[in-house]
């Protein structure tokens, strides 16, 4: 069956061809290749999509096949009728929507944004389905995919624009109190606590100022920050800040804010960007644990690595097999009018050492050929340059002085050297080596949010132009998050139990996967499953507690939803026709 619009035949290199069967033009696809192992080569597999108008051999009339192919292509006549695609894509959103049940999202939502509930819970699927944020394309990934809306209705860019300007910062704020006042605040948690930042396309936003971006460029950016419950691998809450305010000084805002949600007994892991005195204080102060890694190799700790420097690292009683480190453990001060004593574990890995010493040994002689390079120049090298070379300058005069030459301080370096493959852990409470690691390795989960956000949420740039749609967008983001890092929570888990670690259980492999699982509109306008679900599939389901019944099931139910969606709209129209013509 063709349909009834034209469009332009794709221009996919060596994978369109056209063949004339009784005087008419089919267009063909090559979707794969399969290797004859009798004829030792590779035999292309085609399907035909549709038919070359002969008057415009540029365009074609598609058919059922073209949809599921080219399901991003918006036709012309659906685009002004708002019909619905004859393939739509179910899988990612039969496992997202029973996330949203268990987490009891959906009720939330509609308690908190009320009718348009579903339309929140639709973007925060595009976002993670197809890895973009951006509202303008929203109504194409409507068009082909299972949605949340009520009567799966598929909305314009301008609504979601609308939508987006219309969410309040209250609604927000509800959300983030309804969700934290479900966790369980009996019970001592560690909160894993990081943050971003985000350039912006925006217009008048007030928290886009012009900041450090993570690559250390300075441009217009916003900071965001989540804190994570690492015991139950749960995005607690989040909090967006202009861009000119650093994380160190934001600290102690977001520990107030965990406690206003109830958390009592908890202690924070933290990064080595928030490692200073005032954050020390205020967390003692406030009876919360730490667990933070020390920023760099500053005096101290590189004073307390040569101190115990040859007296653990090859002791087997002290090797962390789960990161194949050694670690030992010393108590400390952490600053000369500290009041406890810290517990500073020192590591010590092999293979990062020879790694380091590489990276720093080439830093030393790039920074030797540069003092070379400026030789009789009237420059005064500074920073490092002071640190490892003895610099020797030539007075002409008074104040005509040049550069010589720079002598490499061996012992300087050696001492560095030396320090290669250490890295240090301080934790406030008693504990051993290997429990600091385990716990401040647990903050992957949290960096992983983060990527996610970023990489797979489409969320690296914020593309809206007003306060109230970047709050929204935001907000929508979060939501998102937690929705994917339960995806990845259980991904992770089942793949723990499998024999073999398989590359198709990663959240953006598993989702392109179930992308596969589509339904297809037949002549009698129910849709079906184009095919049975594959071994891999199930493999991915099963990390859901998800069955190839469980999913033949739910696609009945949606096609049953669609065909009453249909022949409701059939009625209204013939109903409007009618009042029309009795005018």
């Keep these: 069956m063709y349909l009834d619009c034209r469009v332009k035949i794709p221009t996919e290199g060596g994978k369109i061809t ?14 794969g290749r399969v290797y004859d192992k009798n004829k030792k080569y590779n035999t292309p597999k085609r399907t035909c999509i549709g038919k070359r108008d002969p008057e415009q051999p540029a365009f074609m009339y598609p058919n059922e096949k073209f949809l599921k192919f080219f399901s991003r292509e918006l036709l012309p006549l659906e685009k002004d009728t708002q019909y619905r695609s004859g393939c739509l894509h179910i899988g990612p959103f039969l496992v997202i929507r029973k996330i949203v049940s268990e987490y009891h999202l959906d009720e939330m939502l509609a308690r908190i944004i009320g009718l348009d509930a579903g339309l929140f819970l639709d973007l925060a699927a595009y976002s993670i389905i197809t890895e973009d944020n951006a509202g303008q394309y929203y109504p194409d990934y409507a068009y082909n995919h299972a949605l949340f809306t009520d009567n799966m209705r598929i909305y314009s860019d301008s609504k979601v624009s609308d939508f987006l300007h219309g ?8 959300f983030l109190n309804e969700w934290n006042a479900k966790r369980d605040h009996r019970e001592k948690i560690y909160i894993s606590f990081d943050s971003t930042n985000k350039t912006s396309q925006a217009g008048e936003i007030e928290m886009v100022e012009l900041g450090h971006a993570k690559d250390g460029m300075e441009t217009d950016i916003f900071n965001y920050a989540i804190a994570y419950d690492r015991n139950n691998r749960e995005p607690l809450f989040y909090e967006s800040y202009p ?31 928030y490692f200073c005195k005032e954050n020390i204080c205020f967390m003692d102060e406030n009876g919360y644990d730490f667990v933070i890694m020390v920023k760099g190799m500053k005096s101290l700790v590189s004073e307390l690595v040569l101190e115990v420097q040859g007296t653990f690292e090859n002791d087997r009683r002290n090797s962390i097999r789960t990161y194949k480190v050694s670690g030992t453990t010393i108590r400390r001060k952490l600053y000369a009018s500290d009041k406890k004593d810290r517990y500073f574990h020192i590591y010590y890995d092999d293979g990062k050492k020879a790694s380091e010493r590489e990276r720093f040994e080439d830093k030393i002689d790039r920074m030797g050929r540069k003092l070379k390079e400026c030789m009789g120049e009237p420059i005064r090298p500074g920073g490092e340059y002071r640190k490892y070379f003895d610099l020797i300058f030539w007075h002409e005069g008074q104040e005509d002085e040049k550069f010589m030459m720079g002598k490499e301080m061996a012992d300087t370096i ?19 080596a290997e429990d600091a690691l385990l716990l401040y390795k647990s903050r992957d989960g949290s960096e992983k949010t983060f990527r996610s956000d970023k990489s797979y949420l489409g969320a690296s740039c914020e593309r809206v132009y007003s306060n109230e749609s970047a709050d929204a967008k935001i907000f929508i983001g979060f939501v998102a998050t937690i929705i994917r890092n339960r995806i990845y929570t259980l991904l992770w888990e089942e793949t723990a139990r499998m024999d073999k670690k398989q590359n198709y259980m990663t959240v953006p492999a598993a989702i392109r996967e179930l992308e596969k699982i589509e339904m297809l509109k ?14 891999t599939q199930k493999a991915i389901l099963k990390a859901f507690d998800m069955s190839a019944d469980n999913v033949h099931k739910q696609a009945r139910a949606i096609s049953s939803d669609l065909v009453r969606i249909e022949l409701e709209k059939i009625e209204q129209s013939v109903a409007g026709k009618t009042e029309n013509g009795g005018m």
Excluded: W
């Excluded at 056209?18 to 033009?25: C, E, F, G, L, S």
């Excluded at 000084?249 to 933290?270: M, N, V």
């Excluded at 250490?422 to 008693?430: D, G």
């Excluded at 037949?522 to 071994?535: F, I, K, P, R």
């Design 243 to 273: 861009g000119s305010i650093v994380d160190v000084s934001q600290l102690q805002h977001t520990l107030k804010k965990a406690k206003s949600y109830g958390y009592e007994h908890i202690g924070f892991i933290l990064d080595r960007g």
């Design 414 to 432: 050696n001492r560095d050297i030396r320090l290669c493959g250490y890295f240090v852990i301080v934790t406030s409470a008693k504990m051993t």
């Design 18 to 31: 056209v063949k004339t069967i009784n005087a008419t033009p089919y267009v063909y696809y090559e979707y």
């Design 167 to 174: 969410v309040t910062i209250d609604q927000r704020i509800r």
């Design 522 to 535: 037949g002549a009698d306008s129910e849709y079906s499953l184009d095919y049975a679900v594959t071994a």
